[in-house]
Every structure is written in structure tokens, then in C-alpha cells.
């Protein structure tokens, strides 16, 4: 059996980090990326906040009160997917096959490289060209799996990297806290710490079977993580299955032309995207989410579409039926799943060929000058977002960026 080489690589504190580069006068200090208001959340934060116990995920009002010096950025994810890209293009230029997990992480497969260049010379002299051409720090783990690799490179950082030879897995992963392992969330975290488990150590002392009846099917999933076993192969494209908008309001309201316009905007640009990666969606739903943050979907089948005049009455509809409870709203958001490749195809009952028309003129503009270019005048008064890019690009959407920077 082919011996396996997988790289993984992670660009440290990205956003910080790309705000860094474009202003030097940040270097050193304690910076926070995120949202602004007093419900914006923490998308990234520097190494010297962290000692003040500060995280990504964490909101931004607790956040400015632990490390009020920090200087707090609201950030431009064009210009992160820009930076994201500018690295994209170096890995792929350097290696056979790789795989883009997130805006600021990377796997790559260099099975075999081993016997001509050395993999861990070759992965150090192309994070060296990295951080050359980019101006960003990067952090590499290299092992036969993934899953070992991604927990060496969170053990390297920061800006450092570090190799885990076949058979010494299990003797890395052991004297590791049980949260290290990719997979396991704070719900999973609190079971086992509940159990007296708290390092990978006592996983692997621990049969199977045990942990399957505490935490079910992923049990045995995370059992093979814990004694470094991992087959899962490099994903070059990611086949997106849903695309989704989601909207917190700054203060909790009741105000139907303000939601229902939130909810026209983003129906719209979500079945402009399906239109611009050639999609059809046969799923709605809608979400929201009142002041007492008790959150409730619907949703709907509907025939193969990508057309706004079918999909925004659907939605609008979907909320009718789904708020009954008379209580502030705090979040409104749209999801389309069911996707499949393929045109809009004209209703010969009731649409036009000027209909069609009309769609291909608005797109060509909102391809041309953006998502925003062009908006329904029921539109005004809410709020989308915009994308950059063809969000089934095969690239991973930038929201999966920071769990944990």
C-alpha cells in the first residue's frame, strides 16, 4: 500500500493578518476583527488579545470589555478572498493535488514526492514561498492523514511547522486535551470531560464499543481520530449542496416592510447565484429567530427553478406562515437546497420571452458591477449579502473560515 504524504497548511490569524499587511502600524498591537455593533461577533483575533481570554466566535461586546485596548477592525471579506486567492494560486501552481477547506486552509496530497524531493524540504520551501509572495504567515502540519496533520499544524503555530513520521501518530495525539480532536464541539467536549476524560491518551485506552454508547455513531469516528486513523481522501472541488443568506438586525424588530424587503433582497441575490453557476433549486426554506432566541424554519418543495417571480412569493409566503408568535424578530434568514445543475426553463403558461430577457440584462449588469447593481424596489429598506465571486466556484464559502483561529 502507497505510503501517504497529506499537508496541511493554515494561514495564521488570516484576517488579522491580512489587516497587517495593509497596515503596518497594527503590527504588535491587540486587534479584533468582526461586526461593530453590540451584536457583532469576533471573526478574528490577534495572538495578543488571547492571553486576555479572547476567541473567534466569541461576541465582540465581551470581547472589547476583557481587552478594552484592542483596536477593533470591521474587516472586508473582498479583501480576504482576494488574499485567500493570491495563496490559492501558489499551491496550486506547486503541488499534484490539493484541496481548499476554507478561505485560510489548505490540504494537499504529496504521495510519492518523497522519492524526489523529500516532502517536508519541498513543504518547507513552499511555505517559505508563501509567506515570500503573500506577505502572510502560514503554519504547516505533515503526516500520512488529515486529521493528524491539521492537529500537528494547530500544535506548530504560530508560523512554524511541523512533521508527525508514520507510527509515532498515536504517540503525538496522546498527551493532547480530547478538545484537539477535529470534530468534537463543546456539547462533545462537556460529555467527555463529564466522563473524566480529558486527554487523547484515554480515548485510546478506551474499547470502541464504550464510546459509541456515549456519544452514538460519531463515537466510533472520533475513536479513529484519537489513535491517529484517517483515510479520508483530498477533495479537490467542493460540490456545493445548499446556498443561504442570513440576516441579524442591530435591534430586535417588528417592522413587516423592513423584514419582508430583507427577506425580498436575499431570495433575490441567493437565485441570482443559482442563475450565475448554471443552479436550480427545488427546496425553500426560511428561518427566523426572535428576541427570546427561540428559532423556527419552513420550508418548501417546489419545481426546478431559479427564477426570482417564482421563488420571492414562495418565501414571502413561508414567513406568513411561519411568524405567528407577535414577538420582535432578531433573525430572518433564506436557504435553497435541493440543488441541481441546469438552466431556467421558460414556463410556456406563464412567462415571456421578455421575462428571460429582463433576467439576462439584470444579471449581465450584476455581473459587471455587482450584486447590489441592480435591486428591486421592494427591496429598499432591507438588507443582503453580496458575493464577489460564483459561490459554485468548487471553492469552500468564506463563513467556514474561522472556527478557532
Known sequence: MLKRSILHLDLDTFFVSVERLLNSELQDKPL????????????ACSYETRKFGVHSGMAMKVARQLCPQATVIKGDSSVYTKHSHVVTEIIKSKVPAF????????????????????????????????????????????????????????????????????GNEKSF????????????????????????????QMIQEMPVEMLEGVLGKNGRSIWKRANGIDDS?????????????ERTFHKDTINMVQLRATLVAMAENLAFQLRRGNKLTSKLSVKIRYSDFHTYTKQA???????????????????????NRRLLIRLVGV???GLVGGHYQINLFDDSEEMLSLYNSMDRIRERFGDHSVIRAATIGGTSVGRMNN???????????????
Open 32 to 43: 479584533l476583527v468582526g461586526g461593530l455593533g453590540d451584536r457583532g461577533v469576533v471573526a
Open 335 to 337: 436557504k435553497f437546497t
Open 173 to 200: 495525539l496522546a498527551p493532547l486535551s480530547v478538545r484537539k480532536i477535529p470534530m468534537i464541539g463543546e456539547k462533545t467536549f462537556q460529555k467527555l470531560l463529564n466522563l473524566g476524560v480529558r486527554d487523547i
Open 99 to 166: 484541496e481548499k477547506a476554507s478561505i485560510d486552509e489548505f490540504y494537499a496530497d504529496l504521495s510519492g514526492m518523497e522519492n524526489f524531493f523529500g516532502t517536508y524540504k519541498f513543504a518547507g520551501e513552499l511555505r517559505q514561498t508563501i509567506i515570500r509572495e503573500s506577505g502572510l504567515p502560514i503554519s504547516f502540519g505533515l503526516s500520512q492523514n488529515k486529521v493528524v496533520s491539521k492537529v500537528a499544524t494547530g500544535e506548530a503555530k504560530p508560523n512554524n511547522q511541523m512533521i508527525i513520521l508514520q
Open 233 to 245: 481522501p483530498i477533495i479537490p472541488f467542493h460540490e456545493r449542496k445548499s446556498i443561504s443568506a
Open 391 to 405: 459561490p459554485f466556484n468548487g471553492e469552500p464559502p468564506i463563513l467556514h473560515a474561522h472556527r478557532q483561529q
Open 301 to 323: 418543495k417546489i419545481s426546478y427553478t431559479s427564477a426570482d417571480h417564482l421563488i420571492i412569493p414562495k418565501v414571502l409566503e413561508l414567513f406568513n406562515q411561519l411568524y
